[in-house]
Structures are given as C-alpha cells and as structure tokens.
C-alpha cells in the first residue's frame, strides 16, 4: 500500500460522562476505565488511518496529570501522529470541561502502537502519514524519537544507529 | 437567562467500537446498549447548551433501520435542535462507517427532550437556539410540531391550538 | 401464522435493585441503564407474543415523570399491545415501591415496536392480538393512532387517510 | 414486629435475555452471572417480606442442573420460604423457556438467607411467613432443618438438639 | 485418567480492590459481585486440577459474615479439597486486608462443586487429591461428609449409607 | 516514612479467566480490559508497599506481545520494583497458562508509576524498596534510567544530568 493520507483524516472523537460506575474510591475517574477508553478512541484512529482491523502493540505513555472528577465531561482526541512500515503511532488527547464556561482543559495525554493484520494476523503495510499542522509535525518528528528509543530499550537497536535520539545526548 | 446559542455550539461526538460484550444474540449491536450511548451523547449536547446539570425528560423517538454489526465502528453526533423553557430537545444522529472506504451510512435517529435543573430538582431556564444551516432551521421548524403533538397526547394542548401540526391536516 | 393471542400472555415482569453502579451523578437511575431495562422486557414481551427472535424497530416515546433513586426497587411490565402485519408494539410500564408500605408509583412509561425475523433477517408475520381488561382496550385503539402517526411523520401515509388520527383535529 | 405475612406476599419476578457479554466461553450462561441474577431477585424478595434494608447472609445451595444457552428467556422467581428471629430464608427457582412453544424447564434451585438491619447494621426481627400451597408448605418445613443443618455445621446447635434433622438418621 | 494430584497445585489467587460499581447501597461489596467473583477463582482451581474445561455443578455454601467496605483490597483462594469421580469441591477463602498494617481478616467461605466435561458436555475422570496441610486434610474429610449430606438430600443416598455423616448423630 | 520493604512484600497475584464480554472481535482479551486488570493489580501492589491510598501517575509502557484467546487463564503479578520520593515504580508481568500442561507464557509487560497520597491529595513519601532476587536487582536498576528517560522526555532533567541513561549512548 503506497498511499499516503493527512494526520487529521484518521481524528477520532471520544465524549464520555462520569458516571458513578466509572469512578475510584476517590470519587474520580478510574484509571482501568479511562485506559479502556483510550484505547477504543486509539484504535478507531488506527482503524481509520490503514482501512484495515488492527491489533494494539504497545501502551508507550500515558500521563495522569490531574483527577478527573465525577460528573465531568471528558473528551478524548485521539489521531495518527506517524506510521511505520506496518504500524502507527496514535496519540491521544484527554481533556475535560468546565459544564458552565465549556473551557476545556487538558489532563491526559496517552500514546500508543497499533499493527494492521489480515485475517491470520499476519502484519499488514500501512498508508504513510503527512502532518500538516505545527503540532502534527512536531508529533511526527519526536514519534522517531520514541520508536528508536523503544527498539533500544527492546534491544532490537544499536543506540550509535539511534542518530535522532543520539542527538538528545551528544551535541 | 435571555442568552442565545448555535446550535451546533452544542455539538457533542461520541464514537464507539461494536464489541461482542455490546451485541445481542443475533451478533448485532444491542438496542439496550445503544440507546445508553444514545442517552450520553444527547446529555452532553443538551448540557453544552445550557451549562447546567440535565435530566432526560423524555425519549421522543428512537429509529432501528438498519442492524450494526459487531466490529463496526459507531458514531453518535447529538446536537440541539430546539430550547423551550426549561426543555431542549437534542437529536442524536447514528452512523455505522465502512473501514475500508471510510463511507458512512445513517443507521439510526433518536430524538431527546432534556431539562436543566438547580441543585433541588427545580427546572431553569436554558438559552435559546439559532439554526444556521438548512438541517439545522428544518429541524428547528419539526420541533415545535414535534412539541405541540407530545402536549397533545399527554393530553396538556387542545388540538385546536396546535396551529403548527393541525396545518398538517387541514389545508 | 393465522392465529390469536391475549395481550397477557405475552407479559413479562423485570424486578431490578438500583445499585450505585446503576446511577448518574445526582444519585438517581441513570437514563440510559433504565432504556437498557426497558429494551430487555420489551423484547422478552416481543418474543413470547410471536415465539420468534425480534429486533427493536423503533423507541417510540419514553417518559421520565420522576427521578428513581438509588437503591430502589424498580418493577418493568412489558406487555404487547396491539400487533400489525410483522410488528408488535409493547407497553413498559416502570414502577418503583415504597419498601415499607410496598405501595407502588408509576415512574415511567415506554412504547416500543419490535418486528419478527427469521435467519435471514426477513419479517414474519405474527399473530393478532385480542385485549381484554380496559386498559389492554385503551392501548390496542391507541396503538393504531401512533402507528399512523408515525408512518405520516415518516412520509409512508398521507394525513388524509390517517382517518382515527385525524378525528382528533376535525369533528 | 409481631405481623405475620403470607409466603407469596414476597414473591418477586425477574426476566432476563442471556446476551453474549453473559455467556462462558462455551456459549452457556456464565455461573457468575446467574448468582449475580439470583442474589438480587433473593433480596428483593426479602426487603419486601420485611419492608427493610436486608443484606446477604449465606447462600445455603445453587444447584445448576442444565446448562442455560445464549439468547434464552430466563426467569428468576423469587420467594421467602420460612422467617427466624431476623433472618429469612429466600428460594429462587430458575426457568429457561421454549421461544416457540412457551413451555419452561426448571434449570436452577437457590437458597439464601437474608437478615434485616437497622442504619447501624444491627439485626432487626422480621415478620412470621404463612405459606399457603403445598410447596410453599414442603419448602416451610424444609427449611427449619436446612437451619438445624447449618447451625450444627458452624458448631452453633449440638446435633442432638436437631430433632428434626435427626429423624433423617434415626428412625 | 489415575493420576494423582497435590491439593495446593490448583491454588488460584485473586485480587481486587472494590470499586464504587461494585458496591451495594450501603456502600459494601455488592454480594453478587463476591459470587461472581468467587466462581471465576473456583473454576479456575478446578480446571488446574484436571486440566480440562469444567463447569459449575452447585454452590454448596457462601458464608457473608462480615460486610466488605468500598475500597477494600479483597483477596480469593480457591484450591480443591477433594475429588469424585467427575467432580471436584473447591473451598473460596475471601480475606480483606488493612491497608496501613497488612493484617488480614477472612470475611467469607464459599464451598462449590466443578465438573469436568469434554467437547460434548459428557462428565469426565479427574485426578484424585492428595492433602498436605491439616487444614487440606480437615477440608477433604469434611468434603465427604458434605458430599453424603448432598446426595441424601436429593435423594440419591440413603441416610443409611451415609457412614461419614450419621456418625455426627449416632455415638 | 524512613523504613524500607522488600520488594517482594508488595506482590499482588491475581487471576483471571477471558471470557466472551472480555473479548475484542478478533475473540482474543480486548486490549483495554487488559489494561484495567494492569491498573488493578499495580494499584494494590504500590497500596501494599505503602500503606497509604495511592493515585496512578503515569502508565510508563505496557507491551502486547502475543494475543490471548477466549477462556484463557490469565495471571497477573505485579510488584513495586523501586521507590522513589513519594513514587513507586510497578511492574505487572502477565502470564497465560496452557491448561492441560500448566505450563505459563508470558504474554505482556507493563509498567506504571502510582504516587501516594493523603485525604488532600497532597503526595506522601514512601518506603524504599529493598530488592533481593537477580530480576529484582535488575528491575530496581533498570527503573532509575527509565525515571531520567522519563524526567527528559517531560523537559525536568536535562540530558547531561542522566548519568546512568546517558552511558547508553557513550562509552
């Protein structure tokens, strides 16, 4: 598949409600149930970018910046930031609102992997990504950076072959 | 609050993924489970609106044209069509989306009646809508003989009065 | 299928508790979970009226009159009341009781139309229905208003040969 | 409390679809998800013989005799069978039934027992039952050595003091 | 199949913490939830034992003696106690922990039965048990006792021949 | 806080078997419920080192390695491999077993950061973590580099501070 598509024609749009059900102890949003949601919003992104079922392949981050609390509006953004040969990058956006203003705040941000396959889960080549927007290229640009950094880690990579990462080190 | 809004400034995007733990003996989407997502979504845009906490009100209509097959990515896009007093009336549009061409089909309309409430149940008055587009000012229009025939059947309008719909029969 | 049922026989009684998981932010049953119940027993209704697998058709009113709080036990009476060549409309009425004297108050009521398929999707007919009490009489005329209604709403009927609705506008 | 109610007073109904997200792995209704259906019908039926918050005691058997496919009609009918000082004993029979023919089979047979408390969790005394049928009387009857049987197992009644439970042995 | 089994090899652990959409109205563990949980650990344990798929037979006890707070870390174990011919009896120990000082308290028992089946449903051999510790001995002595009382009271055993459990009542 | 814990101490086990509402359409365990059992069993372990409610702070990666099918069993092991101020690393090793040999597979890593908290939400600090077995010891250091990666990638360390993640790089 040599094709290539924008960044944003692979947006996914995620609103959800706080219910009771969906909360801690503490009375705000259970990580396991936001993490359940994230990974939905992912991979329709993921889904919408290839054309194609995918699989996840790795959580690579997710930050919990600050509680979202019973009640509230969340709406998770979530867009193909970079594809690799059969895989994607997907970023996802967590942001919540205030009912009376309608400002909306940020207070996750996740990334993650996903694998197009055919029917026996055999790895599929994906569409390339073209960003367009400022913090479309500067996601493509560091999505490299973390997957050299996860191949190291993984020790699939040689870290002198790592040249974007290797730079954060060496200047 | 005399406030006017757009309606489309209540737009609120909900998409999900058909998993097996959603559908019905038949392998299709459950219609108990839709029509919760139905409820999330129209909530959200009737509390964009107002900015306040809602309660349903009433579920005025809720179509089943075509089955959703498990897998399916589903969209629900809710959105205000019309304020009376207390009441919105929110109508949430239900896409089912072909993955490989990325085309959607309409499966299912619902419409939805909101009231916005203080802190001891008491109904507030909530801004009015301005329709933009032609969809928009259509059903703007159909909401007020949606209205007029909802207060006829619960038998708090005299048919007489229902100038809007009585035009439907009578020419 | 020529043959004859009671609207009774096909009743179908659903007692739920309302637990915290059950409930929206304000402490009440949430809209969406009750829509889940209500679909449940209408179908269950559906089915025991035709003895075939049934889809859901149409919501075609659900009424919110009062708040059901946690903890609550909600009765759902599904009943077919009246059935048309390959549909069934069921009545649901929603009743929560009061645990010390076990006097009941009606909360909610919902109308729903179900269709009888068989594997491939196709509509069978199903059986007449024969009302009794007063009720079932009251419900089986009205059936006919709302079926006629609804195909003018949809554009299958013309509001001239909608004669019992009509009767309603013009004496 | 000195009243005295009869058995079938307490009598509650509860019908279920068994959808996928219900089943085990081998397509039948999944052991937990029945005990979850049982222990609610199980306590309703007490609250109402008591008119009291109850909360669960033991579940003293659940026998699961056939299993229970996808896409049946459950129903769950619960009732108390016989009243102790604060504890009632609950027996929740189970039926899958024949879509076409209507016709129930008996699949499962719950006993537990529910104790009603105060605001403070202390025990409360709970009306007498009357049971009237046949059943109503056999299961009565049954229950008194159910509880000698059970007190001699947790070491609380010495086996000498079961009279009734004796006669099992000794003739 | 003759081989023989050690009763700890089918211990299984597990944990949770309970959610606010695990609880009942009084802020407790939901006795369903335990129950479901509780058959998920036992089935678990069971099919370690025999290597096979299993199902439920019967819950034969669940004891509720203390309420289990929201927020609680709630721990399972599930090991066999004795095998039959085709059926296993597994023991549920459930513990709560204090969060500050690690103490555990045990808050319920649950005794269940498994059997083992194969693709058609027919009953198979599984492995004898062999205790180890005194509690796995005093449990699989119990289990036969256990075992006698439930084919006595469905009429499979004759009192007679129930050598284990009349000794309780004949010295 | 100034004691210290084995790391072992914090271990949390728990046990689940996959089934059909556990599922993604491929009938493998959707990847979201996945990681609700991940957070789960890393919250208690990070609870159980420090005896104090903890909050997630970060999911810092969770690999899906080979997919798992419909009704397998599936383990959890989670365990704090280091503490930081008021932070502790915890990794979730998840295993699935054959069930006829019993022999496990690991299927998938995971690792997260909870911070403990006190009734304001202010952070608490936490006993450190005394590793003992070669995994620990490699785990315990390995979770320092991971922290500077992470401090770095977030612009709170700079690069040429990162001692020991630097000599990655340049020998």
Known sequence: MSEEKFASESKCVKTEIVLPGDTNPLGNLFGGRLM????????????????RVVVTA??????FSVPIKENSIVTLEAQ????????????????????????RTKCNEAIATYVAIDQNGTPLPVPKVIPQT?????????????????????GRLKPDDATELKSLFIK
Not at 81 to 92: D, N, Q
Not at 137 to 153: C, G, V, W
Request: net charge negative; hydrophobic share 45%.
């Open 80 to 103: 193909v930031s970079r594809a690799f040969e059969t895989s994607m990058e997907v970023i996802v956006d967590v942001y919540v609102e205030n009912t009376v203003t309608g400002k």
């Open 36 to 51: 359940e949601w994230i990974d939905i919003a992912g991979s329709i992104a993921a889904q919408r970018h290839c054309g």
């Open 58 to 63: 790795a959580i690579n981050h997710i930050s």
């Open 134 to 154: 400022e913090l479309e290229k500067a996601r493509y640009d560091a999505a490299l950076r973390r997957r050299q950094l996860s191949l190291i880690l993984s």
